[in-house]
């Protein structure tokens, strides 16, 4: 993985010094240009953006206010800025219109590429339309932005293998032998389509043991009248999240489970499993199970590998973590928009349909941690510092 990642920086900076030869204020802009996104994303997320020649590299990210982007910020701002590109890294804050404004901000500056996470899959289709209209080639970071033919690529994680995953963690760790073990269902947001994605595949693991008897659904009405059906309609999935959505918010997860727990009675409890779809909600969801007494165990999913999640799982407060490696996917979007700048064609290795074509696709697999493996998969790794976490 590091190999890759240190070929990637060379290739990076060599096309950087040969893009140096046609325009010098890019390698010069470099510098400044990584301490701007640096300010820029300390300052609120609509401030206009400063000004600087050259910009070549436009970067949308959907919220500060998760580690997981912050993340992808930190990884973003180290390849493009070793690599003596000239970028910007904004933020949408939840808001559609923000980001809508961010995307203009930017092709205002020059951009060539767009690399955009949308807020909302669909209401990101007008902004990356206005972007294409000026020019830009738009790729779409970790969510597929739908219903829209302005998307030129999209590089991602396989986010159906999330969902298997999970579902297969929650399988393997179900008190053994038991019938009717309550299964409680959350998912993400609804405007996210990769929300659609994970829990398809859960869907795709826990649907037999939900129909055989292993597991009962404890939260989903919608959900229970599904159970004998393998694959789901889109729509299917949709009346689901729609009951079991968290919205990516740890405080509507945190309600959720509350009330799910509520109004359920003790034969809905004991030893029970529960799909979290990502950390933040993980934890939320795992504080509300852990403080029920008629709950006497639970296991608990997650993804995003994020830093308070890993300390959860070193103390077993939630079972797994999904590491979606994000030095690799910003890696590989920033090697994409080398090529698009290069007026080459980026290599692609799948292609996901967003409802209007089929998109080239760049996907990247991820890597299950428990307590087991997490200082192989995350310490070793190089991606944390053992110093951030107790107990390991
Ligand atoms: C990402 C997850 C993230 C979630 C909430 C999804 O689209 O793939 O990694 O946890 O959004 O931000």
Request: net charge negative.
């Amino acid at each position: 993985m590091k190999r890759k990642l240190l070929s990637t920086i060379i290739a990076l900076a060599t096309v950087a010094s040969m893009l140096a030869g046609c325009g010098a204020a890019a390698t010069q802009e470099a510098a400044p240009a990584a301490d701007a996104a640096k300010q820029e994303a300390a300052a609120p997320a609509d401030a206009a953006a400063p000004a600087a020649d050259g910009i070549q590299v436009g970067i949308v990210l959907p919220t500060k206010d998760e580690p997981r982007w912050l993340q992808d910020q930190a990884q973003f701002e180290s390849i493009l800025g070793d690599a003596g590109f000239t970028n910007q890294v904004l933020f949408s804050q939840g808001s559609s219109a923000t980001e809508k404004t961010n995307v203009e901000t930017l092709v205002s500056q020059g951009i060539k590429v767009l690399i955009i996470c949308a807020q909302d899959g669909a209401a990101a289709a007008a902004a990356v339309e206005a972007a294409k209209a000026e020019g830009v080639t738009v790729v779409a970071y970790d969510r597929l932005i739908t219903g829209t033919d302005a998307v030129d690529y999209y590089v991602t994680f396989d986010s159906f293998a999330v969902g298997a995953a999970q579902g297969q963690y929650l399988i393997d760790n179900a008190p053994a032998g038991k019938k009717d073990v309550p299964l409680y269902l959350y998912a993400g947001a609804a405007t996210d389509n990769n929300a659609f994605i994970f829990f398809e595949g859960a869907w795709s693991v826990l649907q037999p043991k939900i129909a055989d008897g292993t597991f009962k659904i404890a939260n989903s009405s919608e959900a229970e009248g599904l159970k004998d059906k393998a694959e789901l309609t889109r729509d299917e999935v949709a009346k689901i999240i729609g009951q079991v959505t968290t919205d990516w918010d740890f405080n509507v997860a945190k309600s959720k489970a509350e009330a799910h727990l509520t109004a359920n009675d003790a034969s809905l409890k004991g030893d029970v499993v529960v799909l979290a779809p990502n950390d933040g909600t993980a934890r939320s969801i795992a504080d509300v199970f852990a403080t029920d007494k008629d709950v006497t165990s639970y296991v608990v999913t997650g993804q995003d590998a994020e830093k308070a999640s890993v300390q959860y799982v070193i103390d077993g407060k939630q079972s797994m973590t999904v590491f979606k490696d994000t030095r690799t996917l910003a890696a590989d979007s920033v090697a994409m928009a080398v090529s698009i700048l290069k007026g080459e064609t980026p290599a692609t290795d799948t292609t996901y349909n967003n409802e209007k074509k089929d998109v080239p696709a760049k996907q990247t697999d991820i890597v299950v941690v428990t307590k087991d493996n997490v200082k192989a998969a995350l310490i070793d790794s190089g991606y944390y510092d053992a110093s951030e976490f107790t107990g390991l």
